[in-house]
Nanobody, 119 residues
Framework: QVQLVESGGGSVQAGGSLSLSCAASGSIRSVNEMGWYRQAPGNERDMVALIDVGGTATYTDSVRGRFSISRDNAKNTVALHMNSLKPEDTAVYYC?????????????WGQGTQVTVSS
């Protein structure tokens, strides 16, 4: 099993910055993908940013250039630095780790942390 613990988030005015952190523990494989998803009320949970162990990052179009994802493989942590925040970035942000285990892809989620951006 894998456990994910998130920290950070909170409330900020539009144009401000926030950072999220996530620490993974448990049965973590050497090859995995970590990232952040978000879910606003009434919406589906959508990918925000992903990063693999090699440092290759993927962003959804709406955050590219404003958000930056990074990871520390030695500590099994992933961070999301959010700049120029907009009210539409308001959501619950979830940390995710994906890896192959017993021949199949498994995904693990954090408990979620609220990000609120006011106009």
């Amino acid at each position: 099993q894998v456990q994910l613990v998130e920290s950070g988030g909170g409330s900020v005015q539009a144009g401000g910055s926030l950072s999220l952190s996530c620490a993974a523990s448990g049965s973590i494989r050497s090859v995995n993908e970590m990232g952040w998803y978000r879910q606003a009320p009434g919406n589906e949970r959508d990918m925000v940013a992903l990063i693999d162990v090699g440092g290759t990052a993927t962003y959804t179009d709406s955050v590219r250039g404003r958000f930056s994802i990074s990871r520390d493989n030695a500590k099994n942590t992933v961070a999301l630095h959010m700049n120029s925040l907009k009210p539409e970035d308001t959501a619950v942000y979830y940390c995710k780790l994906g890896q192959y285990s017993a021949g199949r892809w498994s995904s693990y989620w954090g408990q979620g942390t609220q990000v609120t951006v006011s106009s």
